[in-house]
Nanobody, 127 residues
Framework: QVQLAESGGGLVQAGGSLRLSCAVS????????MGWFRQAPGKERDFVAS????????YYAESVKGRMTISRDNVKDTVYLQMNNLQPEDTAVYYC????????????????????WGQGTQVTVSS
């Protein structure tokens, strides 16, 4: 059974940085396209970033482009989200997800295209 476990969330002041990690177990990590999503209270789960199997291809939501970087380590079976210059509107629960689909990362911005999800980690940005 594939399991995803996020870590690294917390409370940070506006302008600060956090690095989220998502460790994957129970499957072949290098076979999955990986993505990060976030969900603020009362809102839908929104796409943040996706990364290809090798890590050479990445895709970002416009709202985070230039501030967040997705990366992966296929030896450690872990995907990361480096978040810089965080703003209060970035406050949300952040989820990582894994997909078995053979699609371009630009087409991986929908929750329905992912097969496995983590439990989420809370990120709170104070003003």
């Amino acid at each position: 059974q594939v399991q995803l476990a996020e870590s690294g969330g917390g409370l940070v002041q506006a302008g600060g940085s956090l690095r989220l990690s998502c460790a994957v177990s129970g499957g072949t990590f290098s076979n999955y396209i990986m993505g990060w999503f976030r969900q603020a209270p009362g809102k839908e789960r929104d796409f943040v970033a996706s990364i290809s199997w090798s890590g050479n291809g990445t895709y970002y939501a416009e709202s985070v482009k230039g501030r967040m970087t997705i990366s992966r380590d296929n030896v450690k079976d872990t995907v990361y989200l480096q978040m810089n210059n965080l703003q209060p509107e970035d406050t949300a629960v952040y989820y990582c997800a894994a997909s078995k689909r053979f699609l371009h990362v630009q087409n991986m911005d929908r929750t329905t295209r992912y097969d496995y999800w983590g439990q989420g980690t809370q990120v709170t940005v104070s003003s």
